[in-house]
T-cell receptor, first 110, second 112 residues
């Protein structure tokens, strides 16, 4: 079945440094979604990408969808303590439910 | 608009006991999902429903049953709890698939 791999598993950064998490699917995706889960909280939707090569920005966050629609990345510029949490990608394909990656846990040292 | 709510928030069970987790959504969503979240394992889909009266197995369905008698409710049952079912359980709903999933606050379950 479809698998979604996400790296790294953990990332510790100094406040102000950049951060990137990568997502790779074993199959071609119809779309990819990104979610953020704060410590002790629940996953919250950030964005959805559907087009090959698509790039979307939300303030300091930049999301990319690969040309082959099998990989994606989330880049945060100049991290802040409010960015702390676990970031999940989730791949959609056909009528099957989204498959979530295992997430990247980001900690920011002030 | 409460979104997605889950009951209870926390529960302790002894091995072999049964319980039902309730998920309710007020967004008139067709799709509902149950996930479990364990450290380092991400979100794993247990069961899901594509509409009232329907259910389907996800990635890790063994030991769980579900029912969707009403569109707004999705119940997850554990007939005979095992320590391996200690986890945080999240319910989610979406209008369509694939579409944005809205998650409930979670139920923390400890099986002794």
């Amino acid at each position: 079945g479809q698998q979604v791999m996400q790296i790294p598993q953990y990332q510790h950064v100094q406040e102000g440094e950049d951060f990137t998490t990568y997502c790779n699917s074993s199959t071609t995706l119809s779309n990819i979604q990104w979610y953020k889960q704060r410590p002790g909280g629940h996953p919250v939707f950030l964005i959805q990408l559907v087009k090959s090569g698509e790039v979307k920005k939300q303030k300091r966050l930049t999301f990319q969808f690969g040309e082959a629609k099998k990989n994606s990345s989330l880049h945060i510029t100049a991290t802040q303590t409010t960015d702390v949490g676990t970031y999940f990608c989730a791949g959609g394909s056909g009528n099957t439910p989204l498959v979530f990656g295992k997430g990247t846990r980001l900690s920011v040292i002030a | 608009n409460a979104g997605v709510t889950q009951t209870p928030k926390f529960r302790v069970l002894k091995t072999g006991q049964s319980m039902t987790l309730l998920c309710a959504q007020d967004m008139n969503h067709e799709y509902m999902y149950w996930y479990r979240q364990d450290p380092g394992m991400g979100l794993r889909l247990i069961h899901y429903s594509v509409g009232e009266g329907t259910t389907a197995k996800g990635e890790v369905p063994d030991g769980y049953n579900v029912s969707r008698l009403k569109k707004q409710n999705f119940l997850l049952g554990l007939e005979s709890a095992a320590p391996s079912q200690t986890s945080v359980y999240f319910c989610a709903s979406s209008r369509d698939n694939p579409d944005t999933q809205y998650f409930g606050p979670g139920t923390r379950l400890l099986v002794l």
